[in-house]
């Protein structure tokens, strides 16, 4: 059983478009995270959610909308797309917030925009 | 601002070696230290978790070690295999209700048969 699943795992779409990336936890964890990728190989969080409540929220452009329905599901909905968001995102989660709780990521979704 | 440095960024060994991949950190006030694998396709695995106040932990053939004082860490990997080729990440975390995951860019590991 996948324990953190993304949708799609691939993505290439023109500029312009709007988009979603769908994850889901099957952990009955608290907290979910969306984490970016970029091509220099950095992975940095974008956004945090805690029962389904937002906790972080870094310094990301405000096309980039995360919704969290329950708290199983963290999507990330990105309008206007742009050339630099090529990117892999990758979903995580963990029992709860905080530093003591070990994360664990999802496959990621490679996501290129033309 | 925490930095996290890892290098090289690629690493070649011919199978059957000892390795050590090293990794780096400006702040020392964390409170645990994670290795992950990073394989194509299939995300982050969690290898090894280190507290600050662990000097040590060990998984099968990997043993990672955290001098918290002077900002390092190893991940040691014995008897290497194929199977072993993957980008292995750092990471760091402070305390603190909003702290964050901070990763270093990864070192690329490629086991020669």
């Known amino acids: 059983d996948t324990a953190v699943s993304q949708t799609p795992k691939y993505l290439v779409t023109q500029m312009g478009n709007d988009k979603s990336i769908k994850c889901e936890q099957n952990l009955g964890h608290d907290t979910m995270y969306w984490y970016k990728q970029d091509s220099k190989k950095f992975l940095k969080i974008m956004f945090s959610?805690?029962?389904?409540?937002?906790?972080i929220n870094e310094t990301v452009p405000n096309r980039f909308s995360p919704k969290s329905p329950d708290k199983a599901h963290l999507n990330l909905h990105i309008n206007s797309l742009e050339l630099g968001d090529s990117a892999v995102y990758f979903c995580?989660?963990?029992?709860?917030?905080?530093?003591?709780?070990?994360?664990?990521f999802g496959p990621g979704t490679r996501l290129t925009v033309t | 601002k925490q930095e996290v440095t890892q290098i090289p960024a690629a690493l070649s060994v011919p199978e059957g070696e000892n390795l050590v991949l090293n990794c780096s950190f400006t702040d020392s006030a964390i409170y645990n230290l994670q290795w992950f694998r990073q394989d194509p396709g299939k995300g982050l695995t969690s290898l090894l978790l280190i507290q600050s106040s662990q000097r040590e932990q060990t998984s099968g053939r990997l043993n990672a070690s955290l001098d918290k004082s002077s900002g390092r860490s190893t991940l040691y990997i014995a008897a290497s295999q194929p199977g072993d080729s993957a980008t292995y990440l750092c990471?760091?975390?402070?305390?603190?209700?909003?702290?964050?995951?901070?990763f270093g860019k990864g070192i690329t590991l490629s086991v020669r048969p």
């Open positions: 959610y805690n029962n389904k409540e937002l906790i």
């Open positions: 990471a760091v975390r402070r305390g603190g209700a909003n702290s964050k995951l901070t």
């Open positions: 995580a989660s963990s029992q709860d917030w905080g530093p003591a709780y070990e994360q664990y």
